[in-house]
């Protein structure tokens, strides 16, 4: 496990030196300016505003970094050949992919909590107050960290056999298709061929389901997050994300490098 | 006793101790093609051995399939047949890289960290202690002469630099086999010396080094043996005055010819350098060229027996592959 975060430590700090946290700053800045705004024309729907953006602003931000580097964890260090040294170490494959993926969610943890303060600040900012059921705002934050480690995850997969472009296509398309799993799985018969909707059922079940981490609404409106709803996207992603991950470490494992 | 037999192919020998890198039938196809269904051999049944404490230079022509076996060697690819085993336990097992040091061709490590940090982050890999491990690192960077540059990002570094960062991070952990590709590429004559001398100290600490090159002169002075590789198949392994033996080239007699002497068609034959001949001669004619010399008042002033340098040896196989290929082709066709 040593080598694990060894592994993690460094991709942590390759994030930062490449300036990825730099995006605090437009968070930051978009969060001034809506503050501001929303401060000015108060018709009592400051913390729907305030909360709604600040949290499409993490989601966003936290999905282009996961797709991004995600996908470039494991093809980046092929194409410059960095990893022939550090394979020749003693690292097993499925280490260093577990220490990439640990390395990234930590960055994204790290980038989600940072925003995550601001956005608290312009709450504060704009209500003068912080709430008990303010506290649904933390519970969204931590299902946007559930869905981004599941994106990295996916990301990585992906690297592991495709080019790079290939893959963010790929992982994108699969979050597109996971936002609709819920659609999926409750077409009426009436609207679509039997066969068809069998199989979109079918294929609801496989696909991550990325719309229970979405409590965005919620969230808006200080409304209570069920300590089930925590529990059960806690293990599914979890569980999903050690699947994929299990499958990514068994084709790097098998990989020849260029 | 190991020797070479008439083809140069190196014979194992059951009664030397265990090699410290040994390679059995070691073979590897990649696919290729818009599906990737057909397959192009790049490495063809490699069965070689390297002893402990020896330096080996593994020689050969570029796509000759010597990065290809350190590839394998270092499992950063698999073999479609065969198998090699290092200081006694299989590749596959990951505590031999405990013991083992690579420097890959023209390496390129992370360039947002300094060398000091890249060298760090890889003696982590080995467990050693934080204090042991800063000592080791200065220790390193002062060996490669990176000792003032330690501490700049390697965005920054030349070639010639990360190639000196690659040397050192393959023996920061004093391993017990080191295994060079290309150690020499992109350095410049100071550096290629450098290598040179931590080449010949790793020798003298009785470490093994196993290094690929397609520079002969380096191979001539460092190593104990050489393998050479053409095509992806060995052409023979053996000590580089050994394997250009084989193939000797005949006699030359040198000589000096006094002025009114006359020696007819030989003389023609020869190349003059001063007022001294070279004449390069069969060694079955020896006897005859050297009496019709006399004859014409020729002082002869030595016979030596004329070895083809390692680089017309090298040469010879690369012509000898080539043929065997467009004879392939030919038939083919």
């Not at chain 1, 077409?187 to 990325?210: C, E, H, W």
Request: net charge positive; charged share 20%.
């Amino acid at each position: 496990m040593t080598r694990v975060g060894t592994v993690a430590l460094n991709t942590f700090r390759e994030a930062v030196r490449d300036r990825v946290l730099y995006n605090l700053v437009f968070f930051a800045l978009v969060m001034m300016a809506a503050a501001i705004l929303v401060g000015q024309i108060s018709v009592n729907i400051e913390q729907i505003v305030i909360v709604t953006l600040g949290l499409s602003a993490i989601s966003i931000i936290g999905l282009l970094i996961s797709l991004f580097i995600g996908v470039g964890l494991v093809s980046k260090e092929i194409d410059k050949r960095t990893l022939y040294a550090l394979l020749a170490k003693p690292l097993r494959r499925w280490e260093f992919i577990l220490g990439k993926f640990a390395g990234l969610s930590l960055t994204l943890a790290v980038n989600t909590v940072a925003m995550s303060a601001g956005l608290f600040l312009a709450l504060f900012y704009v209500k003068h107050s912080i709430e008990r059921a303010d506290t649904a705002v933390l519970v969204a934050v931590y299902f946007i960290l559930l869905k981004l480690a599941l994106v990295v995850a996916l990301a990585m997969l992906f690297s592991c056999f495709t080019t790079p472009l290939l893959a963010i296509l790929f992982t994108a398309g699969l979050y597109i298709a996971g936002l609709f799993v819920h659609e999926m799985r409750n077409m009426q018969p009436n609207t679509i061929d039997p066969a068809l909707g069998g199989f979109l059922r079918g294929i609801s079940y496989v696909l991550p389901n990325f719309e229970n981490f979405d409590v965005m609404g919620a969230a808006a409106h200080g409304r209570v997050i069920s300590g089930m709803l925590i529990a059960q996207n806690t293990v599914y992603a979890a569980l999903y994300c050690a699947i994929v991950l299990a499958v990514a470490m068994a084709i790097f494992s098998q990989r020849n490098l260029k | 006793m190991a020797g070479i037999d008439l083809f140069g192919v190196y014979r194992k020998n059951e009664s030397m101790a265990e090699p410290a890198i040994d390679i059995e039938n070691l073979t590897k196809d990649y696919p290729h093609g818009f599906l990737q269904l057909r397959k192009r051999r790049s490495l063809e049944s490699l069965t070689m051995q390297v002893q402990v404490g020896e330096v080996f230079g593994f020689l050969g022509p570029n796509g000759a399939g010597k990065s290809t076996t350190i590839k394998l060697l270092m499992r950063l690819i698999f073999p479609t047949a065969g198998s090699a085993r290092i200081l006694g336990k299989p590749i596959s097992d990951i505590e031999m890289h405990r013991d083992i040091g690579y420097l890959p061709e023209q390496p390129y490590f992370y360039d947002y960290l300094t060398a000091a940090e890249v060298l760090d982050y890889f003696a982590r890999f080995h467990d050693f202690a934080a204090a042991e491990r800063r000592e080791r690192v200065q220790r390193m960077l002062k060996k490669v002469g990176l000792e003032s540059a330690g501490r700049i990002q390697l965005r920054k570094y030349s070639k010639g630099m990360l190639q000196r960062v690659g040397l050192a991070q393959a023996i920061l952990h004093d391993p017990a086999v080191v295994v060079l590709d290309e150690p020499m590429s992109g350095l410049d004559p100071v550096g290629r010396r450098e290598v040179r001398d931590i080449i010949l100290e790793l020798k003298k600490q009785g470490k093994t080094v196993l290094f690929s090159t397609h520079i002969l002169s380096d191979a001539e002075m460092l190593c104990d043996r050489v393998g050479v590789i053409v095509g992806g198949k060995l052409q023979g392994v053996g000590a580089p005055s050994e394997l250009v033996g084989l193939k000797a080239q005949g006699m030359e007699i040198l000589f000096e010819l006094p002025a009114g002497g006359e020696s007819g068609d030989l003389l023609a034959q020869a190349t003059r350098t001063g007022d001294r001949y070279r004449l390069q001669v069969e060694e079955s004619g020896l006897y005859a060229a050297m009496q019709r010399l006399q004859a014409a008042g020729a002082k002869i002033l030595s016979v030596a027996q004329v070895k083809p340098s390692l680089e017309e040896y090298f040469m010879h196989l690369m012509a000898a592959d080539r043929a065997q290929a467009a004879a392939v082709e030919e038939r083919a066709k």
